[in-house]
């Protein structure tokens, strides 16, 4: 199983970035997908969840700002970011429950990772 995460790079304060994610493998099924960061010396934290069903969680912090969505059929989800900060500056990761084929078990997979960087 891959996610692919693509869309990070560097802005001004005020500008606006998206993030998409792919997931690809062997995969039976997908549940929750979305967003975490982590800032040079702190600790990774959620951003944004959106459920199968799409239900969405989003955190305080980025309320107004953020949208998350996904598309079922292409395994993907998208955080448009928008008003960007200098301090949402970080490291965006992608987050899925992944069911992997000829399992019944659920495990969470991470991307590698893809660089945001807001300058004010």
């Known amino acids: 199983v891959q996610l692919v995460e693509s869309g990070g790079g560097t802005t001004h304060s005020g500008g606006s970035l998206r993030l998409s994610c792919a997931a690809s493998?062997?995969?039976?099924?997908?549940?929750?997908m979305g967003w975490y960061r982590q800032a040079p010396g702190k600790q990774r934290e959620l951003v944004a969840t959106?459920?199968?069903?799409?239900?969405?969680n989003l955190a305080n912090f980025v309320q107004g700002r953020f949208t998350i969505s996904r598309d079922r059929a292409k395994k993907t989800v998208y955080l448009n970011m928008d008003n960007l900060k200098p301090e949402d500056t970080a490291t965006f990761y992608c987050?899925?429950?992944?069911?992997?084929?000829?399992?019944?078990?659920?495990?969470?997979?991470w991307g590698q990772g893809t660089q945001v960087t807001v300058f004010s």
């Open positions: 493998g062997n995969i039976r099924s997908l549940d929750t």
């Open positions: 987050y899925a429950e992944i069911s992997l084929r000829g399992t019944v078990t659920w495990g969470d997979f």
């Open positions: 959106i459920t199968d069903d799409y239900r969405v």
